[in-house]
C-alpha cells in the first residue's frame, strides 16, 4: 500500500478503494485513510515492520480522523469561521519543515518523497484540503474554548496531582535570523528564458512537445513528457493558471516564469472545470559563482554584526524571509532538541544573548543566526513558575472538555468502522 513500509510482503500492496468508515452521512476511504497512515510515517520518521503494527497503527489513525470528521461536520455549520489561503500556505511549510528534520539530512527527506512518488509541492498539494479542514476545526474549537478560565485553587489541584511528571521546562534559545538566498545572475536569468523562447518556437513550428518537455525539462519534469494530468485552477500556482487557463485544446501558451522557472504549456483536453495540460519547465539554478556571492555577502554581513552592526535594519534591508523581516529577524523561542539538526548543532553551547553564528546552510538558503535569549532545562516549581503551570492546567481542563464534546458528538451521530482486520 502507499505508505513507508518496506523489507515487508505489506510494502507491495495496492490500495483498492472502499469505505473504511461511516461518520453521518459522510464516508473515509481507504485512499484517505492511506494518505493519513504516509503523513504519520513521514511526520515520525518511523515505520511499522510487521502486520500487527500496521494495523495497530492503522486503527489509531482511523479512530483520529473520525474524531476529526466529526469537529469539521460541527465546524463547518459556523458560518463565522473561515481560513484565509495565506494561513494554509504557512501551517504547509511548517508542516513540511517539521517533516523534514525527522531526518538525517534535508537529502534523505527528498528521498524519502521520491520513494513515495511525490515532490515537496507534491506533498503540499496532497495535503493541504487537510490542513484547510484542520484549520477550520481548529478555529472551531477554540470558540468554543474561549470562555473556558481556570482558577488558582484547579491549578494548586492541578500541580498536587500531576507534580512528579509535569514536564521539565526544555532548554532553549530564543532567535533571529537573517536569511539569504541562492539567487541566479541576470546572465543565466536570460539564458534560461531565451532557450524557453527557441523550444516554444520548435513546438509552434511541428516538434513533438512531450519529447522536447522529456529532452529538455529540469527536476523530472519531463517524466511522461511533462503530462500534468487533468488539472484544476487552485491545483496550480497562480501564474501557471492565468496562462493555462486561457488556452483553447491544442494551443500553446507563451513563456511563463513561475516560483519554479520557465514554462510553456500545452493544453490537450478539457473535462469540465479541469484542462488537461502538458508543460516543459526549465528552472533556473544559480551558477557556481552566483553562489559564491551569497556566501561572500553572508561573510560581509557577519563582519559588520561583529564591528557593532544593527541587526534588525540589517535584517529589513537583505532578509529573504517575508514573514520575519519586518520584525527584524525575529524567529521566536525554540527547545533546541525540537531544532532542524543544522540549527542544533549551531547553537549547541550558545548561551550568550547578543551574540552571531553562521552561516548556516539550510532547505531555503544561507541563516545568519543572532541569539536574542537563552533558557536552561529545569524542573518546574509552583512558586517559580505559576503561570508556565497555569498553561498546562488549562490545557488538562480544556482537553477534558473536548472529550466530553466528542463523546456528545458521538453519541447523537451514525458511525460504523469497515476497516478489516
Known amino acids: 500500500m502507499l505508505f513507508l513500509v518496506s523489507n515487508t510482503a505489506y510494502s507491495q500492496r495496492e490500495v483498492v478503494d472502499r469505505i473504511v468508515a461511516v461518520v453521518g452521512d459522510q464516508v473515509i476511504l481507504a485512499s484517505e485513510l492511506a494518505s493519513q497512515l504516509q503523513l504519520v510515517a513521514l511526520q515520525s520518521g518511523k515505520k511499522p515492520e510487521t502486520q500487527d503494527e500496521l494495523v495497530k497503527l492503522q486503527k489509531e489513525v482511523l479512530d483520529q480522523m473520525i474524531s476529526d470528521r466529526l469537529f469539521l461536520i460541527a465546524a463547518k455549520k459556523d458560518t463565522s469561521l473561515s481560513v484565509r489561503p495565506e494561513e494554509i500556505d504557512q501551517m504547509l511549510d511548517e508542516q513540511v519543515s517539521r517533516i523534514a528534520g525527522n531526518f538525517k539530512s534535508y537529502d534523505d527527506f527528498l528521498n524519502a518523497l521520491a520513494n513515495e512518488g511525490l515532490s515537496v509541492r507534491d506533498l503540499k498539494k496532497k495535503y493541504r484540503p487537510e490542513v484547510e479542514n484542520q484549520l477550520l476545526k481548529q478555529r472551531y474549537i477554540q470558540k468554543k474554548l474561549a470562555t473556558v478560565s481556570i482558577s488558582r485553587h484547579e491549578v494548586e489541584e492541578f500541580y498536587q496531582k500531576f507534580k512528579d511528571s509535569i514536564p521539565s521546562q526544555p532548554e532553549a534559545v530564543k532567535l533571529a535570523h537573517i536569511l539569504l538566498v541562492y539567487k541566479p545572475s541576470q546572465r543565466i536569468e536570460d539564458s534560461v528564458k531565451q532557450l524557453a523562447m527557441s523550444l516554444r518556437k520548435k513546438a509552434l513550428n511541428g516538434a513533438d512537445f512531450a519529447t522536447l518537455s522529456s529532452t529538455y525539462s529540469s527536476s523530472g519534469a519531463g517524466a511522461n513528457g511533462g503530462d500534468l494530468g487533468y488539472v484544476a485552477k487552485k491545483d496550480v500556482v497562480p501564474e501557471f493558471a492565468r496562462a493555462a487557463f486561457k488556452l483553447n485544446v491544442g494551443e500553446i501558451s507563451g513563456v511563463i516564469r513561475t516560483q519554479f522557472g520557465y514554462h510553456i504549456i500545452k493544453c490537450e483536453g478539457k473535462k469540465g472545470s479541469r484542462l488537461k495540460l502538458r508543460h516543459i519547465l526549465l528552472a533556473v539554478v544559480p551558477s557556481h559563482d552566483d553562489s559564491l556571492k551569497t556566501v561572500q555577502l553572508a561573510d560581509s554581513l557577519l563582519n559588520v554584526l561583529r564591528n557593532g552592526g544593527d541587526f534588525e535594519k540589517l535584517a529589513k534591508a537583505y532578509s529573504a524571509d517575508n514573514a520575519t523581516r519586518a520584525k527584524g529577524g525575529e524567529l521566536g523561542w525554540f527547545a533546541i532538541?525540537?531544532?532542524?539538526?543544522?540549527?542544533?548543532?549551531?547553537?549547541?553551547?550558545?548561551?550568550?544573548?547578543?551574540?552571531?553564528?553562521?552561516p548556516i546552510s539550510s532547505q531555503y538558503g544561507l541563516h545568519i543566526l543572532k541569539l536574542l535569549d537563552y533558557q536552561p532545562a529545569k524542573q518546574y516549581t509552583f512558586k517559580d513558575d505559576y503561570d508556565k503551570i497555569k498553561e498546562l492546567a488549562r490545557q488538562d481542563k480544556t482537553g477534558k472538555i473536548i472529550d466530553k464534546w466528542l463523546a456528545e458528538i458521538k453519541s447523537k451521530t451514525y458511525i460504523k468502522y469497515e476497516l478489516e482486520s
Open 337 to 358: 532538541a525540537q531544532l532542524p539538526p543544522e540549527f542544533a548543532k549551531a547553537v549547541k553551547g550558545w548561551k550568550t544573548p547578543g551574540q552571531y553564528k553562521g
